[in-house]
């Protein structure tokens, strides 16, 4: 099982990013997959997922500037960051489970994670 993050950067705030997960080795198609960011010092949390059937969840902090979704014919699962703030600089990790939910993630696959760094 692989999951491989890229996109993660350096950007001004009120700049945007895309960030992508290729997955491979397991029925992507058949997973909830999400993103979640580990800001320094502080916990990893969840930022976004979407289940197999295409429903979607957003963190507070970032509804209405980040979109989550996926492309099963190319395994991969995107995260598009909009108008960022430097609240959102941290490691961004994608992972992927069979249901939905914080245990299950912590219980699923996941990536090694890409940096985004956003400055004022």
């Known amino acids: 099982v692989h999951l491989v993050e890229s996109g993660g950067g350096a950007v001004q705030a009120g700049g945007s990013l895309r960030l992508s997960c290729g997955a491979s080795?397991?029925?992507?198609?058949?997973?909830?997959v999400g993103w979640f960011r580990q800001a320094p010092g502080k916990e990893r949390d969840e930022v976004a997922h979407?289940?197999?059937?295409?429903?979607?969840w957003y963190a507070d902090s970032v509804k209405g500037r980040f979109t989550i979704s996926r492309d099963n014919a190319k395994n991969t699962l995107y995260l598009q960051m909009s108008e960022l703030i430097t609240d959102d600089t941290g490691v961004y990790y994608c992972?992927?489970?069979?249901?939905?939910?914080?245990?299950?993630?912590?219980?699923?696959?996941w990536g090694q994670g890409t940096q985004v760094t956003v400055s004022s």
């Open positions: 080795g397991f029925p992507f198609e058949e997973y909830c």
């Open positions: 979407m289940d197999d059937d295409g429903t979607t």
């Open positions: 992972a992927a489970s069979p249901i939905c939910g914080t245990v299950a993630f912590a219980q699923g696959y």
